[in-house]
Every structure is written in structure tokens, then in C-alpha cells.
């Protein structure tokens, strides 16, 4: 797999960087580590002996030397950011990039946060940039994952998962690692002028209902666990209220209503352009919580 020599990537502190940038240096190119302002000591104990550059994406005038010497970039710092940092990025001669948004760009809701990165990729696909805008499901696969970690801790305290309607909507949990190599095999496409779409969404081999993901999470820690219906209108107002009072809460209102949404996604274009092969949801929760073990110890 040959890559763009040197790829910036923003969001160089996050789960997803983690895991890729050895990735990249493993595949001969080399990463610039692209951090906010402040963030230089973090990154220098996190990755010795990287190029750290410094940028505060939604401004600007931060970014004159940011994306300097960078052929492609990797943006994984939030879709809703790309229209403040593209001409910064496209002025410093970044020719071509992968940018990761999220599949809850597909809500059917209300959502302010949706529809920013929808803007997001917009402006990618405005851009003279040669753009891939790629939206991962949920993304899970180490204890750093802050998504199914959660649930995991959860479900081994108290076996059963609060959900409405009976936790039958469709989920398709992504691994870290799988959409890594989604991440490196558009990159690879691009700089080898190979045809690619503008946007794929990238999940799990197959859908399973939210009552199944709990029932896997739940074999993965050797337990029983399985889900408690919950009506929708009563586990809403519940969030609603704790927002208004500035209570703990484990969901977000909006969420609460995402979980009557299905997240499944479409994953063929993914397969076919990017050899896209995902692990199943069992094989990968499993690998989390052996980690998540292994971390306690």
C-alpha cells in the first residue's frame, strides 16, 4: 500500500489517532501531528521524536504554518470544523485528504450537531481538495473508546441496559482498527489516482439489534445481561429534566430519541472500492473487554 509521503493529521491526541499514526509510519510515510495550542507538551510525551504542529482549527489565523510540507491530510477532529481550517489547509498545498464524520450525519431528528458536519462535508466537496468524507458507526475496540466501554461497565454491574422500545433498533459498531484500514485505503486510492467515491459509510459486518449488542457485551464478560423496556416519552422527559436541573445523566435527551432511529448503515461501496472487511461485533467486544481486564489488573 504506497501513501502521500507526509500526511498531517488533526486530532493527533484521539482514540482514532492513536492507532493509526503507527499505521502510517509503518506504511513509509510520515505523519505530522496536528494538536491545539497548548497540546505541544501532550503530544511530545505521547509520540517522542514526531513533527508536532500547533493550530486551533476554528481559528484561522492560527493556521499559516500548520499544514505546511503536508501532501494529504487526515482530519479526526470534528466534521463540523472542516469549513475554518480548508483554505488554511488548501493554501499550504494539501492536495487531497480523508475526512471521518460520523453516520449520525443520516438522523432523521432535529440535530444542530448533525447538521454542522453535514456543512462539513459540504465544504470538503466544494473544495478543490480531492476529499473522501468517510462516516463510521459507533467505534469501539479499547477501553480508550468511550463509547462501549461504558456500556460494558454498565452491563457488569447491573446486567440489564435501560432502552426504549425494548432495545429492537439496528446498531452496527465499527472497530477502531477496521475503520483505520478504511482511513489508510483511501489514502492509498487517492495517491494512486485510482477511481474513489466522495463518501462511504463504514460499520460492522451486519446489523444486530441494540438487545443483541447487549447480549454479546454481556457473553464477552461472561454474564447474562439483556435489555429493560423503557417507555420513550418518560426516559426523554427524565434527560430533559436533568439537562434543565444540570443533573448527571448517563444519555443525552437527543440521544435517548437516537435510540429509536436505526443505526445501520451500508457498507457495500466501502467493501467493494476499499476492500472493506470488518470484523464481527462478537470477535472485536471480546478483544475490548480481555483489554479492559488486562488494564484492571
Known sequence: MTLPRTIAVTGALGFVASHLL???????????????????????????????RTGGLSQPT?????????????????????????????????????????????????????????SGERAVWDSPM????LRPSMIYGTPRDRNLVRLLTWIERWRFVPAPLGGITLQQPVHVDDLVQAILASLARIANGEPIEREYDVG?????SLAEMVRQCGAALGVSAGILPLPLAPAHGAAMLARRLKLPFPVRPEQVLRLTESKAVDIGPARRDLGFAPRPFAEGIAAEVQAMRHESR
Not at 466534521?79 to 438522523?107: E, K, R
Open 130 to 133: 480531492t476529499g473522501v468524507v
Open 204 to 208: 460492522g459486518p451486519e446489523a444486530i
Open 22 to 52: 503507527p499505521r502510517i509510519e509503518a506504511l513509509g510515510a510520515t505523519p505530522l501531528l496536528v494538536v491545539r495550542p497548548g497540546r505541544e507538551a501532550d503530544a511530545a510525551r505521547a509520540y517522542p521524536g514526531r513533527e508536532i
Open 62 to 118: 492560527t493556521l499559516a504554518q500548520t499544514f505546511e510540507g503536508a501532501h494529504a491530510m487526515v482530519h479526526l477532529a470534528g466534521m463540523s470544523l472542516a469549513p475554518d481550517f480548508l483554505p488554511a489547509a488548501i493554501a499550504a498545498g494539501v492536495t487531497s485528504g480523508v475526512f471521518v464524520s460520523s453516520a449520525g450525519v443520516h438522523t432523521k431528528l432535529v440535530s444542530p450537531a448533525a447538521e454542522a458536519k453535514r
